[in-house]
């Protein structure tokens, strides 16, 4: 009987584990956390919009600045007419009837 109330104690306690390496542990949580951050931005880099563009063709008349207000979707027409510049690679605010220029859409 004695034989059978050790083994009954042996299963009633548990080993307990004895953190042996501390360093080693807190490099190992150290690494975990850098990674999780990682790819916690890299998830929101390519959660990035590609910008969209619509083509005009430019009529006798035409203006960026009235192709800013007619298709802009800012409500600052400069900002708009500078993107237009921008995209289209224009030195001046001139623009020749029957060209085609992208105009920003967000």
């Known amino acids: ?3 059978n109330s050790k083994t009954q104690n ?6 307990r584990y004895v953190l042996k390496n501390k360093g080693r542990f807190a490099a190992i949580i150290s690494i975990l956390s ?9 998830s929101t880099v390519y959660s990035y ?11 006798q008349g035409d203006t960026l600045w009235s192709l ?3 298709y ?3 409500s600052d027409t ?3 007419v500078y993107n237009i510049k921008k995209i289209n690679k224009l ?13 920003p859409m967000n």
């Open 78 to 80: 400069r900002e708009i």
């Open 49 to 59: 919009r590609t910008p969209q563009y619509l083509s005009v063709n430019v009529k």
């Open 10 to 15: 042996n299963l009633k306690t548990k080993k």
């Open 91 to 103: 030195a001046t605010s001139e623009i020749q009837a029957g060209s085609e220029i992208l105009i």
């Open 68 to 70: 800013a207000n007619k």
């Open 34 to 42: 850098v990674l999780s951050v990682l790819i916690l931005f890299t």
């Open 1 to 3: 009987m004695k034989n």
């Open 72 to 74: 802009g979707t800012s």
